[in-house]
């Protein structure tokens, strides 16, 4: 049988049939386990949310007695008791069940409605705060009003509650049957708690219980008997544990008893227009005794639905520790099994370091397997005669690729020498020629007086060959500065004389596009250390830029700082009023080859190249150079070079050896076009 066979019967099949049974068994015992924690959770939410519903019941009993009666001083002091210890089991409850809320968008959303309600609910207890410090008995809207909020509350939680169970197994099923037994408890604790407050408040009033009244409290009645029999209807249940069957029948004892008894006594004695046998203070009292009854019921099913719980989750827990279990055992086995394939795999080894030796260019050694004569179903002396005939191929192919390389790189130093002629041929003799065009051109537009056309067509020579000389002297240049062939000579510069003879040039181009050219005249101790050709071509470019982007009737203003600054910097200020400059082409601003957004306001043309000149001259010297512009305002060009010494000193340039090197052309020296 061949290797390939025996290692997937040995360890593959079974391994891999293993893993994915206890992949598949765990995430299901997980996810059992995660839904019992939630229940759990959910039933303790529900609990606390009962015990809230019970105590704002009996604060909404308390305070719609203590509106209606000043005096009973009971009722107000368990108004407040029963806030405090409403107001902390609801906030227990809101609290537990947020584990419940992952992913449950229903939960969620009656969460929501109940927060909602809590919040409308704490604005009617204000003004309920408000009515009581008064002293005075409240009128019956506010009462009413109150007993409504406060009844909503309690219907929110009771909605609440009941989402907290949503059955989704049959386990699931016990505590839903549970929870929808609590929904019951709820019921009928709500309604006898609307009972409760109702009779209490004709008690505190002393009057006769009207029709209207009556009427309600018939139907709250019918409610809460219909709920009674629902919870009674749990002894039938053989699960019931022996606490939740005596909480029913305490239940029945104490309800039907002396509960009804007194709810009786009112009834006739409000039907005959007689005093009530009861207190305001007794009949809240006896009525409590009795929903306390019922609620008891409540706890014990959660107690039970607790401990059911308790009981899933130690059984999830104990089924995940035995998975646990078998994939370590498994894991043992595939240590086993990789530990007994190790030695079946000698060969592989062999063919392994084989492939590292060609890798690195030995293919000396070829693999011994191939020299076998029984390799008739044998995989690994097959494999090792296929690698041989490879490996002989591969240092044929090699051979052959490193003469072609070879060969090529020959090639290769050739065109580059050939292209290296090829552009001093186009920079240095296209250069000469061209100025002469510019020349003659010159001429033609100045002297030609016999037809416009012919002044039309020369102007276009010279924008043209004016182009074509400032691009070559830019590409000449940008060259010069990134092979490192500056040849700068630093001196004492008078800055302001030096930028007053170059504005000359563009006084006419200013002149031809309205534009204003402002020069405010220097400080004489404007005294820099720079190489002065440099200086003319940074101001050029600088200069030439503005007139080329202010549009007709602009401004351009340029000025010189004084040299005596305290960074030892002196300035030189370029101002105009043209388009400015856009967030995203300030961060370009100094590169080649970068054509900006905005455009020459009278066609002119421009290289790309001018600024990244002007940013390494300038840097070359030592100095800075910075823009500030907004969009639509124009922009301004600051130049700042190092501060010469005061007259009779030597100069103090900062450019570096390397910036200066002897016999190489200096980009700056070369004459520019006006």
Known sequence: MPFRRKLALIVGVPSLVALLGSLLALSRVVMSYDRARVLEEANAASSYLIQAAAIQAKERGFTSAALADPHATAARR???????????????????????????????????????????????????????????????????????????LIGAERAFGSTLFLAQNPYELVIQYNGSIKANVFEASEFAGRERARIGRFIASGRPISAEGLDELQRWRGVVEENLAAIAQLRANPAMSAPVLQSIDNMETVFLGDYQKARTAIYLASAHREPYPLTTDEWIALSTKSIDSILAVSERIGDEAARISRAQAAFSLANVLLILGMMGMLGLAIVASVFVARHLTRRLRELRAAAERVSQGDYSQPVSEADRKDVSGDEFAELAGVFNTMQDQVEQKVEERTRELSAANERLVVLNAEKDTFLGICSHDLKNPLSGIIGLAGLLETDAEDAAQVREHAADILNSSEFMFELV??????????????????????????????????????????????????????????????????????????????????????????????????????????????????????????????????????????????????????????????????????????????????????????????????????????
């Open 473 to 674: 002297g830019n590409l000449l240049d940008l060259g010069a500065i990134e092979q490192g062939r500056l040849n700068l000579h630093p001196a004492r510069i008078d800055l302001g004389a030096t930028i007053d003879r170059a504005l000359e040039s563009y006084r006419r181009r200013a002149a031809d596009k309205q534009i204003r050219l402002v020069w405010s005249a220097p400080p004489p101790t404007a005294i820099v250390a720079a190489d002065a050709k440099a200086v003319v071509q940074v101001a050029d470019n600088l200069i030439s830029n503005a007139v080329k982007f202010t549009p007709l009737g602009g401004t351009v203003e340029v000025s010189v700082g004084d040299g005596a600054l305290s960074s030892g910097m002196v300035r030189l200020i370029v101002r105009d009023t043209g388009p400015g400059l856009s967030a995203a082409d300030q961060t370009h601003l100094f590169e080649k080859y970068v054509r900006l957004s905005a455009r020459a306001t009278a066609g002119e043309h421009s290289t790309g190249l001018g600024l990244s000149i002007v940013k390494k001259l300038v840097e070359a010297m030592g100095g800075t150079v910075s823009c500030e512009s907004t969009l639509g305002r124009g922009s301004t060009f600051t130049v700042e070079l190092p501060a010469g010494d005061l007259p009779g000193n030597s100069p103090s340039p900062k450019a570096t050896g390397a910036q200066m090197a002897e016999g190489t052309r200096n980009p700056a020296q070369e004459d520019r076009p006006s």
């Open 78 to 152: 368990m108004v407040e008791e029963m806030r405090l210890e409403g107001d902390r089991r609801l906030d227990a409850a809101l609290g537990q069940a947020q584990g419940a809320l992952r992913g449950n968008k229903v939960l969620s959303a009656a969460y929501d409605t109940l927060r909602d309600t809590l919040r409308q609910r704490d604005l009617s207890r204000a003004e309920v705060d408000t009515a009581l410090a008064r002293g005075q008995r409240a009128d019956e809207e506010l009462v009413q009003a109150w007993f409504d909020a406060q009844t909503r």
